[in-house]
C-alpha cells in the first residue's frame, strides 16, 4: 500500500489527432507498461512520458506536485521504441 507521501509516476500518452491515454501508478515498472501499451494503441508518430508526481499535501483540491520526467518514448509506426534505441 502506499501512503499520500510516496512518491507516484505519472504517464501520459497523445497522438497528432488529440488522441490519448494518462493515468498514475505507484511503480515505475507498471508506468512504463502501461505507457507502452497505450502508444501501440495510437497513431503512429505519439508521444509519451513518464513523470515522477508527489500529492501535494497543502492543496485545497487533490493535486500533484510535478517532479522531473523519467522516460520519453516515441511511437514509429507500429512499435514503441525509445530514444537512442
Do not use: N
Amino acid at each position: 500500500m502506499f501512503g499520500d507521501s510516496d512518491g507516484f509516476y505519472e504517464w501520459t500518452a497523445s497522438d497528432a489527432f488529440g488522441r490519448g491515454a494518462c493515468g498514475v501508478t505507484g511503480k515505475h515498472e507498471r508506468a512504463v507498461a502501461l505507457l507502452k501499451q497505450s502508444l501501440g494503441s495510437l497513431a503512429p508518430g505519439a508521444t509519451g512520458v513518464v513523470r515522477v508526481v508527489r500529492l501535494d499535501r497543502l492543496a485545497r483540491q487533490p493535486s500533484y506536485v510535478y517532479g522531473p520526467t523519467v522516460l520519453r518514448l516515441r511511437c514509429a509506426k507500429q512499435t514503441v521504441i525509445a530514444p537512442g534505441e
